[in-house]
């Protein structure tokens, strides 16, 4: 387990990378997208990458970070990077590929999950690295 500086790092490496994908500062963005890499993985610097090369349609690099986002990492700011917006980011890189049964098999999991969540979200009604994330989209 982090300690609670070590998973502030975390979050503000996150939250810098996001900041420079939207502000299109690509070296930026890959300062601070591989340092969170190298210090602490985690789903949204995941799906930050996904979402870097979707942007650019390079579909197939971006499938494999959003399924990193969803199957390989975990959360630590928004419960939804690790779940709904990795399997949406999947859905349309395999809908970019044009090949809709592979997009069916996630958009099937996303359903999944919106039902057992029971509200169709992934609220704080679970918990990431055993405590609360933080409430809405970062």
């Known amino acids: 387990?982090?300690?609670p500086s070590q998973d502030r790092i975390a979050q503000a490496l996150c939250i810098l990378s996001r900041c420079m994908r939207i502000q299109?500062?690509?070296a930026g963005f890959f300062k601070y997208a591989l340092r969170a890499m190298?210090?602490?993985?985690c789903?949204?610097?995941?799906?930050?990458?996904?979402?870097?090369y979707a942007e650019r349609k390079d579909w197939e690099e971006a499938a494999i970070w959003y399924y990193n986002a969803v199957y390989e990492t975990r959360p630590i700011l928004t419960?939804?990077?690790?779940?709904?917006?990795?399997?949406?980011?999947?859905?349309?890189?395999?809908?970019?590929?044009?090949l809709?049964?592979?997009?069916?098999?996630?958009?099937?999991e996303l359903g999944?999950?919106?039902a057992e969540a029971g509200s169709g979200t992934e609220e704080l009604q679970e918990y990431a690295f055993g405590e609360r994330t933080q409430e809405g989209e970062w």
């Open 1 to 3: 387990r982090d300690t």
């Open 24 to 26: 299109q500062n690509t």
């Open 38 to 41: 190298a210090y602490h993985p």
């Open 43 to 52: 789903s949204e610097i995941c799906c930050e990458l996904g979402h870097f």
């Open 79 to 98: 419960l939804s990077s690790g779940g709904r917006e990795g399997l949406e980011g999947l859905i349309r890189c395999y809908e970019g590929m044009n």
């Open 100 to 108: 809709p049964e592979q997009a069916a098999v996630y958009r099937e």
């Open 112 to 114: 999944r999950i919106a």
